[in-house]
């Protein structure tokens, strides 16, 4: 049985950098990061949390936050992924919203 050649490279399947951007809440405290893959027709949306609410956090809340992220490898709140049918929708009603808010 051959083994396989560990110099060549496996094939990266996003081929292009991700493009991601945050918007922060006017709290501050809360942001939401939208993140879209070239290779890949969906967009995921994360929503993040800093400290907890205004309160400071204690050791034992730092702990376990950073046990979430040693355990599953993710930073963020919660996740959304939605498919290019519904950002569509999602952009088309914050447009809508927009234009109600400044008339135009």
């Not at 809440?25 to 949390?49: D, K, N, P, R």
């Not at 400290?51 to 963020?76: E, Q, V």
Request: hydrophobic content about 30%; aromatic content about 10%; proline content about 6%.
């Amino acid at each position: 049985m051959k083994k396989p050649n560990k110099n060549i490279p496996a094939e990266n399947p996003f081929p292009e950098k991700p493009k991601s951007e945050f918007f922060e809440c006017e709290c501050s405290s809360h942001a939401l990061g939208v993140m879209s893959y070239g290779g890949e027709e969906e967009t995921y949306l994360s929503i993040w949390q800093r400290g907890s609410g205004g309160n400071a956090l204690g050791f034992i809340d730092k702990l376990r936050h950073c046990w979430k992220i040693l355990r599953t490898g993710t930073p963020y709140g919660d996740e959304v992924v939605f498919s290019l049918f519904t950002l569509k929708r999602l952009a088309d009603h914050l447009t809508q919203i927009q234009k109600k808010k400044h008339g135009k």
